[in-house]
């Protein structure tokens, strides 16, 4: 079976400051990884995925996460934070890129001006 | 491209009637569908995987009669939550394979039972 940490319930920041969102995973078999956005009252939006190759990996806005098969972590990073995003960040698994996921608890990230 | 829609975006039902939620892959074609549900401040769990012309399989702790799951056309689940009652309330996401074999998320039904 899957499954999905991410440490930080909730991570206030300081705009243009840096961040980082933790997530862990545990898997018996290979997985893909990818983290989401989800905006308030809105659906997800996917930043970033892991599928193979580079283990660092550059998504939209600005975000970045690496795979680290060793820790079991894929967290995910951003050099300078804008008050934009503000908003709740779920990490999650899967066997593969177009099937069903397992999604953490999610990281509300709050950016403070 | 790689679009989903859900209809209706906000809906207020009272205990007791069945709402209809419907999840539409507007430029491609899915033959899979996942239903997710998210209550407040929480994360998205899974409750079924809906297949076009087939039966929806269900997760664990998920109650097949009272979620009805049906995928008539390769674009089109719904989902009907039968005999709501408050404990239903909750925000409902669908996501769709698409050709590409990727993964593409709805922008999710927010339902209120009173």
């Known amino acids: 079976a899957q499954s999905v940490t991410q440490l930080d319930s909730q991570v206030p920041v300081f705009e243009e400051a840096p961040v980082e969102l933790r997530c862990n995973y545990s898997s018996s078999v290979s997985v893909y990884l990818f983290w989401y956005v989800q905006y308030p009252n809105q659906g997800l939006q996917l930043l970033l995925k892991y599928l193979s190759g580079s283990t660092l990996v550059k998504g939209i806005n600005g975000f970045e996460a690496e795979f680290n098969k060793s820790q079991t972590s894929f967290h995910l990073r951003k050099p300078s934070v804008h008050i934009s995003d503000t908003a709740e960040y779920f990490c999650a698994v899967g066997k593969t890129s177009y099937d069903k996921v397992i999604f953490g608890p999610g990281t509300s990230l709050s950016v403070i001006p | 491209g790689a679009v989903v829609s859900q209809h209706p975006s906000w809906v207020i039902c009272k205990s007791g009637t069945s709402v209809k939620i419907e999840c539409r892959s507007l430029d491609f074609q899915a033959t899979t569908m996942f239903w997710y549900r998210q209550f407040p401040k929480q994360s998205l769990m899974l409750m079924a995987t809906?297949?076009?012309?087939?039966?929806?399989?269900?997760e664990q702790g998920v109650e097949k009669d009272k979620f009805l799951i049906n995928h008539a056309s390769l674009t089109l689940s719904t989902l009907t939550v039968t005999s709501a009652h408050p404990e239903d309330s909750s925000f409902y996401i669908c996501s769709a394979r698409g050709s590409l074999y990727e993964q593409y998320f709805g922008p999710g039904t927010r339902l209120t039972v009173t």
């Open positions: 809906s297949n076009e012309g087939s039966k929806a399989t269900y």
